[in-house]
């Protein structure tokens, strides 16, 4: 045997060297090296590079190095062996091929399904991309009043998805008397409605839920709340309350109105980052880029900034400002126009308001010649200027004062109807701050007795102080619906797992008279179950509600509404049938009012304008980012990769100083420091 194996072993080595003598030299031999000693012909490199795929334990020749080829085939042998003895077999999943083919489904050709994404704030026309019943992809619809572009969250939200963290089943938590113990465990769909139903029949029902751009989900939720006699409260950390009470002291609206930037040849920016984080970013960078397209009559963009944003970065004329100096930018525009300039009266008695804003420019520190023209482009083109104002970094203790003084300016150039339309707005902006205080309070009372959550994270955007997650446990029983047990969820005593977006059937109106459907790209992926057929079964159940109620799914009640609502206002007299593929092939249905008149602007609202004040020392401006918005998708790995497109950093929170602040203090980049506001502080 000995014998046999060296003449075996001698035969594999001649074998190999006749194979190099056969294989010609060519000139990646010589001309591409891995290591410096390759290139130098090292003889211990070349030894290694010889031996380099010849270890292994099914050659005997390596015996002294590890086991030989016997060796080996005995350790397989009883892994093998242990491995068959003590096994269970692990459950089969098949791949099951098409039977019957749909006839829109080529293997490996993508199919594109029209629907629409909203977030919160911002909503856009969107196409999915799938390919073998798997969305892939999701790209703009181009056809879509809300098309053009995509956000950077829209985009992720295919990620959340697929996003194994998903909340699969629905749970429960078993709370001790005190809740302050809890253990959670499964439970079925029935026997979860079954405890439900019996608690919602006490009564003092609450739905809780992130801002509807659906009107059939708000018809769901309008239904149900009759049934149960039930409160609905929309509630959003970005809840552009401030626009919207500005609006309705001014001309009695309770909207946030739809901004024209594409009719703007004179746009005027404070705090509000419209192309980065404001609103509907998208549709406004497209708006923007419209007015940019002429260089002989391109708009012009002043950006009053506390923070240099993706607005200012793109601004024609930029200028640093304070937080606390939003108001005096506006009101010294104002008194340029009315009283220095006298070119209208001001409305009552505001001129005497408006007498201590008359040195604004020196406040500013620019020159007055450079405020006075910003002042005098702004006049002349009335009705074809806008000044805009909003976001987190004007949430100040003046900002209802902001939105008025805007809002009054507007209608002094003549906006007001024209780059300004009061109609248009997305009729799902109605969260309010000020509901969800009176929910906390209602809970301490508790007046509330069963709580029903969708999609808002209240647990994760509200402060500590706030005091929601010590009210949240007064109340008898807290539902939850949504994608997984998060700050919020895990108070709650059932947690139900609510269909992603690309799962389900739903519509949109992202701006009155403009419907969307939102088709379901895949079937859902785990057992889960929408928030609107959560409603519907429960009163269902109950035998409770309109007869539309007891449509056995979502998808019946939506086109039932559809049919009944929407065909009768954008159908056109075509049949329902007609209509609805149409809207599904085309995305959308309707269009936004052409005609926009100028309100009346109540005059006794600048009452709560009051006058200049100073402030001095350091100030804090806080802004949402591009990337993240209200941190609803934070679990998508993405988004934590993408840069900020301004200061290019990612993973981090972190503090932005001026440079002069930063020699003051002998600050560098990466330095820790400490903000500290009143008893609160941070290292950042």
């Not at 809890?182 to 979860?192: H, I, Q, R």
């Not at 807290?478 to 977006?501: F, M, S």
Request: with cysteine; charged share 25%.
């Amino acid at each position: 045997m000995s014998e046999h194996h060296h003449d075996d072993h001698t035969h594999s080595e001649s074998e190999l060297e006749m194979k190099k003598a056969l294989r010609p030299k060519i000139e990646r031999d010589s001309k591409y090296w891995a290591t410096i000693e390759q290139f130098n012909n090292d003889p211990e490199m070349a030894r290694l590079a010889e031996t380099e795929f010849r270890s292994s334990p099914l050659r005997e020749g390596d015996s002294e190095d590890g086991w030989a080829r016997r060796e080996f085939l005995k350790l397989m042998g009883a892994s093998l062996a242990l491995s068959a003895a003590g096994c269970i077999r692990r459950p089969v999943q098949k791949i099951i091929p098409y039977n019957k083919q749909p006839e829109e489904v080529t293997l490996g050709i993508p199919n594109y399904y029209s629907s629409a994404y909203f977030d919160g704030s911002e909503g856009m026309g969107v196409l999915v991309k799938t390919r073998d019943g798997r969305p892939i992809k999701i790209d703009s619809n181009p056809s879509h009043p809300f098309g053009g572009g995509l956000t950077a969250r829209s985009q992720a939200s295919l990620m959340s998805l697929y996003d194994p963290e998903r909340l699969q089943a629905p749970i429960r938590n078993l709370f001790n008397e005190k809740k302050s113990n809890k253990e959670t465990v499964a439970v079925k769909w029935e026997d979860a409605d079954k405890k439900i139903i019996e608690q919602l029949s006490k009564g003092s029902v609450v739905i809780l839920s992130t801002p509807v751009a659906s009107p059939a989900t708000r018809a769901v939720i309008g239904d149900f709340s009759q049934a149960f006699k039930a409160k609905h409260i929309v509630w959003d950390i970005f809840n552009h309350e401030e626009i919207r009470e500005g609006q309705k002291a001014s001309y009695g609206d309770d909207v946030v109105p739809q901004y024209r930037f594409d009719k703007a040849k004179i746009i005027v920016s404070i705090d509000a980052d419209f192309l980065g984080t404001w609103l509907t970013t998208t549709l406004f960078s497209s708006q923007f880029t419209k007015g940019r397209q002429d260089i002989k009559d391109m708009n012009r963009l002043i950006s009053f900034d506390s923070n240099y944003s993706l607005t200012g970065a793109n601004a024609d004329i930029r200028v640093k400002i304070k937080p606390s100096q939003q108001l005096d930018v506006v009101m010294g525009l104002l008194h340029t126009i009315l009283v220095k300039k006298n070119r209208t009266a001001a409305a009552g008695n505001f001129s005497s308001t408006l007498s201590s804003y008359s040195d604004v420019a020196k406040k500013l520190g620019i020159e007055p010649e450079l405020f006075d023209k910003i002042a005098d482009d702004l006049w002349e083109n009335r009705g074809k200027s806008i000044v805009v104002a909003g976001g987190i970094t004007t949430l100040t203790e003046r900002s209802r004062e902001l939105q008025v003084a805007v809002n009054y300016l507007n209608s002094v150039l003549g906006n007001d109807g024209q780059t300004i339309e009061g109609k248009n707005g997305n009729p799902a902006l109605v969260a309010s701050h000020a509901d969800m205080v009176s929910l906390i309070k209602d809970l301490n009372d508790g007046k509330v007795q069963t709580l029903i959550i969708h999609g808002a994270n209240p647990g994760y955007s509200l402060p500590v102080e706030a005091g929601f997650t010590q009210a949240v446990t007064k109340a008898k029983m807290v539902i939850y619906t949504g994608d997984r047990i998060d700050e919020t969820g895990k108070h709650a005593d059932y947690i139900l797992p609510d269909n992603h977006a690309l799962e389900a059937w739903n519509d949109a109106e992202l701006a009155a008279g403009v419907y969307s459907v939102c088709q379901p790209a895949i079937r859902p992926m785990y057992d889960t179950r929408s928030f609107q057929l959560s409603l519907m079964t429960w009163a269902k159940l109950a035998k409770a509600g309109p007869a539309r109620l007891q449509a056995e799914t979502y998808y019946d009640y939506l086109r039932n509404f559809w049919k009944q609502d929407i065909h009768s206002k954008v159908g056109k007299g075509s049949s329902f049938e007609d209509f609805w593929q149409e809207t599904l092939q085309k995305g959308y249905a309707g269009e936004m009012s052409k005609s926009s008149s100028a309100r009346s602007f109540r005059s006794d609202s600048l009452s709560i304008v009051k006058a200049a004040s100073a402030k001095t020392g350091y100030e804090l401006a806080l802004y949402s980012t591009v990337q993240f918005g209200d941190g609803t998708l934070a679990n998508v790995a993405m988004l934590h990769e993408l840069p900020d497109p301004v200061t290019k950093i990612t993973w981090d929170n972190y503090v932005m100083v001026s440079l002069a602040t930063a020699e003051k203090n002998n600050l560098k980049q990466a330095s820790v420091i400490e903000v500290k506001i009143g008893d609160k502080k941070i290292e950042l």
